[in-house]
């Protein structure tokens, strides 16, 4: 059984088109949060969210907008997309806000904008 | 901004060598957390260090905590071809927040 599973896996696709990508958690746990890794692997925190609540949302283009239906649910979709969007995304999950417990991540979506 | 600076950033090894690698802040941290990296995956949790001082050990990889809790060290003994991947370290600075990642070490282990 996947914990966090994201689909699709890869997703080559357009400058200006709209894509989703989804992430789903059957751990149990009440926070979830997409990640990008860039080409130099550094990861940077989007957004999180607490049992369906926006609790993190750093700086990132309105363009990207998170959605969660429920607790066990993080959708990511994107509008016009740009070249600087390349890159991997990772969904992860944790018990509780707080970061002692440590993250479960997906295995990534990776982005191509061409 | 705080930073957590990993290094070395790449490491070329044979197996059965042992190696350390560094995860340095200027910054205190109330805990850190050390993840592997596989190529298409997502990072995998290893160990969350509390205490500063602590040591924890996971078979051939031993973890160590800064007294200052500032910084920490991975060393694995013996390596082996299956060591092979990205370490990144993360920090929890406390403030129920983000966690402050580093850039990775990136590690090879040849057979």
């Known amino acids: 059984d996947t914990a966090v599973s994201q689909t699709p896996k890869y997703l080559v696709t357009q400058m200006g088109n709209d894509k989703s990508i989804k992430c789903e958690q059957n751990?149990?746990?009440?926070?979830m949060y997409w990640y990008k890794q860039d080409s130099k692997k550094f990861l940077k925190i989007m957004f999180s969210?607490?049992?369906?609540?926006?609790?993190i949302n750093e700086t990132v283009p309105n363009r990207f907008s998170p959605k969660s239906p429920d607790k066990a649910h993080l959708n990511l979709h994107i509008n016009s997309l740009e070249l600087g969007d390349s890159a991997v995304y990772f969904c992860a999950s944790s018990p509780r806000p707080g970061h002692f417990h440590g993250y479960t991540f997906g295995s990534g979506t990776r982005l191509t904008v061409v | 901004t705080q930073l957590l600076e990993q290094s070395p950033q790449f490491l070329s090894i044979q197996e059965g060598e042992n190696l350390t690698v560094y995860c340095n802040s200027s910054?205190?941290?109330?805990?850190l957390q050390w993840y592997r990296q596989e190529p298409g995956e997502g990072p995998v949790l290893l160990v969350t260090?509390?205490?500063g001082g602590e040591v924890k050990k996971l078979k051939r990889l031993t973890f160590q905590f800064g007294d200052a809790r500032k910084d920490s060290s991975l060393h694995i003994t013996a390596a082996q071809t299956g060591d092979t991947g990205l370490y990144l370290c993360a920090g929890d600075a406390g403030n129920n927040r983000k966690l402050i990642w580093g850039l990775g070490t990136s590690l090879a282990v040849n057979p």
């Open positions: 910054s205190v941290f109330s805990s």
């Open positions: 969210y607490n049992n369906k609540e926006l609790i």
């Open positions: 260090v509390v205490t």
């Open positions: 751990l149990g746990h009440d926070t």
